[in-house]
Nanobody, 124 residues
Framework: QEHMVESGGGLVQAGGSLRLSCTAS????????MGWFRQVDGEDREFVAA????????YYADSVKGRFTISRDNAKDTVYLQMNSLIPEDTAVYSCAAQSHGGRYSNSNDYSYWGQGTQVTVSS
């Protein structure tokens, strides 16, 4: 069982940057593929980025490629999402997730554990 807590959300102007963090409290963090997803009220959850357990592989949604960077520090049981050149369309609740049993990195149904989410609001 993993308990994860996100931080770093907030209000930022378009063109600005934010860095999200997600820290896990379990003992097997370094075995999991980790993902970031976002959701706007009334819409489906959207894949943002994912990183393999050893950090060799990273994956991004086309909408954030070149602007967002996912990384992890297994010694700190933490995954990060650096978000640059933010646009109003990036406004959402961002959640981190852990994939304990494999599956498609972009499919939220293939993730076992979730954080509570952190709000990101980008003003124009």
């Amino acid at each position: 069982q993993e308990h994860m807590v996100e931080s770093g959300g907030g209000l930022v102007q378009a063109g600005g940057s934010l860095r999200l963090s997600c820290t896990a409290s379990g003992r097997t963090f370094n075995r999991y593929t980790m993902g970031w997803f976002r959701q706007v009220d009334g819409e489906d959850r959207e894949f943002v980025a994912a990183i393999s357990s050893n950090a060799i592989y990273t994956y991004y949604a086309d909408s954030v490629k070149g602007r967002f960077t996912i990384s992890r520090d297994n010694a700190k049981d933490t995954v990060y999402l650096q978000m640059n050149s933010l646009i109003p369309e990036d406004t959402a609740v961002y959640s981190c997730a852990a994939q304990s049993h494999g599956g498609r990195y972009s499919n939220s149904n293939d993730y076992s554990y979730w954080g509570q989410g952190t709000q990101v609001t980008v003003s124009s």
